[in-house]
């Protein structure tokens, strides 16, 4: 059994009628590929670390890896993700296992 997988998601809108091409179907189609939004943001202050700050969170929780690249790869919405790319600068999309807890990170710290 795979295990869930969560995409962050940082980045600035540059094109407002891109993404919103874009989000119009993103969440459906999003949903219809294993995945589930659980976090939108806007943002607030850097409160610690030195990341250039992005305006926009999304985070998302996949089924699995192999749902978040059905999601990618399916060429039936191939022209859904460019609207993305024209829409959004800055992006970040980074994958992240869920664990239960932090023992996984903290064996692996010593």
Known sequence: M???????????VSNR????????RSAKEVQTHGGRVIALGKFREAAVGDIEPRS??????WASKDAFDSYCNDPAIAELHPHRINGTRNYIWHLFDKLEDLKPILKDAR
């Open 2 to 12: 795979s295990n869930p997988v969560y995409a962050l998601n940082l980045f600035d």
């Open 17 to 24: 009628d891109e993404y919103m091409a874009y989000s119009r």
């Open 56 to 61: 926009v969170l999304i985070l998302v929780e």
